[in-house]
């Protein structure tokens, strides 16, 4: 099973502020990788795909990167709404696996 | 408009089952892949099955062994999630989420997910 593991587990930053969220996996899954946004009481949402790509209606601030086992989920100008759970996904192998999330709080 | 919606909640016993559905609608549901995700009280989200489009392939999380059966009807668009042997651990919000693309294998869309609880 591939774990991936999600740094920081708490990221408190300011309104317009760079964000930057780790997802690191523990053995490569090329790019083969998702982020989602969850707030409270809602289903996950699809944030990037393929490492990289935003998906439908993802504003331009969020933006993925990496490959292979290191990845990176960068919010360039926190916006109020952007306070919220963030998951990172891998779907190279079975079983499909989720990082434990990063918590980002207002500071 | 691609919409989920899952149903079939509740609280049942340890030891139960219970049946999850997940009425889809807005795309070609033969077309897709789908999946069963599940979250917790105040944990992070778990996958727990999968199906293909066609219906033929089936895949689980270990963890479940052997308790759980995903199943699809293409006739009324219709995923679900047959649970059986129920342990307080199977206590979570399940989701039922459309599989986007089959080669990077990830998540376009959600439902608003059912809670199961699971308790004497």
């Known amino acids: 099973e591939i774990v991936l593991i999600q740094s920081p587990a708490t990221l408190s930053l300011s309104p317009g502020e760079r964000a930057t969220l780790s997802c690191r996996a523990s053995?490569?899954?090329?790019?083969?990788l998702a982020w989602y946004q969850q707030k409270p009481g809602q289903a996950p949402r699809l944030l990037i795909y393929?490492?990289?790509n935003r998906a439908t209606g993802i504003p331009a601030r969020f933006s993925g990167s990496g490959s292979g086992t290191d990845f990176t989920l960068t919010i360039s100008s926190l916006e109020p709404e952007d306070f919220a759970v963030y998951y990172c996904?891998?779907?190279?192998?079975?079983?499909?696996?989720f990082g434990q999330g990063t918590r980002l709080e207002i500071k | 408009e691609v919409q989920l919606l899952e149903s079939g909640g509740d609280l049942v016993q340890p030891g139960g089952s219970l049946s999850l559905s997940c009425a889809t609608s807005g795309f070609t549901f033969t077309n897709y892949a789908m999946t069963w995700v599940r979250q917790a009280p105040g944990k992070g989200l778990e996958w727990v099955s999968s199906i293909s489009a066609s219906g033929s392939a089936t895949f689980y999380a270990d963890s479940l062994k052997g308790r759980f059966t995903i199943s699809r009807d293409s006739s009324k668009n219709t995923l679900f999630l047959q649970m059986n042997s129920l342990t307080a651990e199977d206590t979570a919000v399940y989701y039922c989420a459309k599989v986007r693309d089959t080669i990077y294998y990830f998540f376009d869309y959600w439902g608003q997910g059912t809670l199961v609880t699971v308790s004497s």
């Open positions: 393929g490492a990289s």
């Open positions: 053995q490569s899954v090329s790019s083969y």
């Open positions: 996904q891998q779907g190279r192998n079975w079983p499909i696996t």
